[in-house]
């Protein structure tokens, strides 16, 4: 076996001690005897799941420790969401590491398996019963992996995009192909989910461009089905971003907001959804370091107002939004005023109807998202949007913008 090369070494070694891996564990090569080979105890246990091996190899003290293994689902949940907070620590090795971390070796025999550890961290599911299907339909897609090659359509997609309108996602992808360079005179980007009017899907080169419609529901339902296409096809290293609309609070209408958190209407970071009659509750927690490299694209751009805050997502654009303007109202401006206070007072910058629900199913699976919206009025000085069309269209393009930077500077194009 061949050493990983030097710039891959340094880094993990810099990453993993940041990650207070005992100063022992060394990474250098040099320090594995030639013709060496790691102990019984270190290799997998393939009745072991992956995420207890990563959690487990870890130094005490790192993670909470986790609750008894007589509450299956309280086990489950810790695991997970300790596989994730130990995934974040090495995303930024140069070579992608998926973090089966029972193929480090302890010291006297740290070099490592390149060729089972550097590989690209697969979308995994929160379902095992998915990989078992002979067939999986994408119904809301009209698209099959009986029909379909999803590898072939869609292995080399690195970025996702979501919006609320077909119309505003074809755009997205048109600008897109622009500033990659790959868009040519008179190229059509046909809807990938042509067969069905649910949903639209559009492609180049390593960008998907999705409409999710309007509301919790509606984008949760896409959302099953992309994470699942995304599965399917293969894909590694995916970035996830919503873009759209959103009403401001305390905010010039223009503004972009970068959510940092998004909380539900009682201003709490959950999710909660009632699954076979019982009340399930999923963080909201979004990406902080993808928060932080949108947050530099816009200062690179310079061309519009950007700030990074918290986000309510709520079930109804009306009432659930504090409008007086609605056909059924039950309280007063007074009232109104009150409650958008106290949201701004917790850090709240924007209301969507989208971001919790597309928080937690990310997070769920292990997907590094961001929300990024534009706020089309302050909602502290009026329910009503009233711009001008061509104003409105210039505020929808701002997200499209300051992603399609963040694109083009990951893909080493800006």
Not at 275 to 283: D, E, N, Q
Request: glycine share 8%; hydrophobic share 40%.
């Amino acid at each position: 076996m061949q050493p990983l090369p030097d710039p891959f070494l340094s880094s993990a070694e810099e990453v993993l001690r940041a990650a207070c891996l005992p100063p022992s564990k060394s990474l250098l090569p040099s320090a594995a005897p030639a013709g060496s080979s790691p102990p019984a105890s270190s290799v997998a246990d393939p009745g072991v799941p992956a995420q207890d091996r990563a959690v487990s190899c870890l130094p005490p003290g790192i993670l909470s420790g986790p609750p008894t293994r007589e509450d299956p689902r309280a086990y489950r949940g810790w695991r997970s969401d300790s596989f994730s907070r130990v995934t974040r620590v090495v995303r930024d090795i140069p070579v992608a590491v998926h973090l089966d971390v029972d193929l480090l070796f302890p010291a006297s025999y740290c070099q490592l398996r390149a060729a089972s550890l550097v590989h690209d961290c697969l979308v995994q599911l929160s379902n095992p019963n998915v990989a078992a299907m002979k067939e999986d339909v994408l119904y809301h897609f009209s698209l099959s992996t009986s029909t379909h090659d999803f590898p072939a359509m869609f292995g080399d997609v690195k970025f996702v995009c979501v919006g609320g309108s077909p119309s505003r996602m074809n755009t997205f992808i048109r600008y897109v192909a622009a500033e990659l360079g790959l868009a040519h005179p008179g190229e059509e980007y046909p809807n990938i989910c042509a067969g069905t009017d649910r949903y639209a899907m559009y492609k180049v080169g390593p960008v998907l461009s999705v409409s999710h419609g309007m509301g919790i529901p509606s984008i949760a339902i896409m959302l099953h089905e992309l994470i699942k296409l995304l599965y399917h096809a293969r894909c590694s290293n995916v970035t996830i971003i919503r873009i759209g609309t959103s009403g401001g609070i305390g905010l010039e209408p223009g503004s972009v907001v970068i959510t940092q958190q998004a909380v539900d209407a009682c201003f709490k970071p959950e999710f909660e959804q009632i699954v076979l009659g019982k009340r399930v509750v999923r963080s909201t927690n979004l990406d902080e370091q993808l928060v932080q490299e949108l947050m530099q694209c816009s200062t690179n751009l310079n061309e519009f107002t950007t700030v990074v805050g918290n986000t309510m997502c709520t079930l109804d654009f009306y009432e659930g939004q504090g409008r007086l303007d609605g056909a059924l109202c039950c309280y007063t401006e007074k009232d109104k005023q009150a409650y958008l206070h106290a949201a701004h007072a917790a850090g709240i910058r924007n209301i969507e109807m989208e971001s919790s629900v597309f928080a937690a199913m990310c997070g769920a699976c292990g997907l590094r998202a961001a929300v990024v919206c534009v706020t089309l009025l302050d909602r502290l000085q009026g329910d009503q949007i009233n711009s001008p069309h061509e104003v409105l269209a210039e505020y929808q393009q701002r997200p499209q913008r300051l992603v399609g930077h963040f694109i083009k500077k990951s893909l080493g194009r800006a």
